[in-house]
């Protein structure tokens, strides 16, 4: 795609996508029509670049996280979708449904996102819902949910959002 491109999506099932250096709206056809398995990742963009994500769904289908957004200085919304973190019953960690490191304006609205359980193994804790990092953030009409603990270990459970450094409003 274009810088600048407003692309829509049909209704269907696809793979991850990333969003580096340029303007786009990426938008589905109506919520919970589009679904995108792994991620969708948008990094690096400058102060004049911009992102919207409107009506998605997208849930980890292995390790990543499925919404990861880092090192941007443009503004990105994102609206109307479902992220949905990976779940696991081995000993592996389950990860965030969100990062947002160093990102200048981030504004979601009416998002759910869900962090994945507790690995099987007991060795590690439930995620964070959102895990943010130096990023500026506005929140509106957004549920966050980190994942549970795992059972019988004693690890706890995730934050629905971890916000370190940066703001929320």
């Given at each position: 795609a274009a810088d600048g491109d407003r692309i829509l999506v049909r209704a269907g099932t696809y793979n991850r996508f990333a969003i580096e250096h340029k303007s786009l709206s990426v938008i589905g056809v109506r919520p919970g029509a589009v679904l995108v398995q792994y991620r969708a990742s948008i990094q690096r963009l400058t102060s004049n670049q911009s992102v919207i994500?409107?009506?998605?769904?997208?849930?980890?289908?292995?390790?990543?996280?499925?919404?990861?957004l880092r090192d941007n200085l443009g503004a990105i919304t994102v609206e109307d979708s479902i992220f949905n973190g990976w779940k696991t019953n081995s000993?592996?960690?389950?990860?965030?449904a969100a990062i947002i490191l160093r990102c200048r304006a981030v504004t979601l609205t009416r998002c759910t996102f869900r962090a994945g359980p507790g690995a099987a193994s007991g060795i590690y804790h439930g995620s964070h819902g959102i895990r943010s990092v130096d990023a500026h953030l506005v929140m509106y009409d957004c549920q966050s949910t980190g994942g549970r603990q795992t059972e019988g270990y004693g690890k706890p459970g995730g934050d629905g959002l971890n916000l370190r450094g940066g703001s929320l409003f």
């Open positions: 994500l409107r009506n998605l769904l997208i849930t980890s289908t292995w390790s990543p996280i499925p919404l990861d000993i592996y960690n389950t990860h965030e």
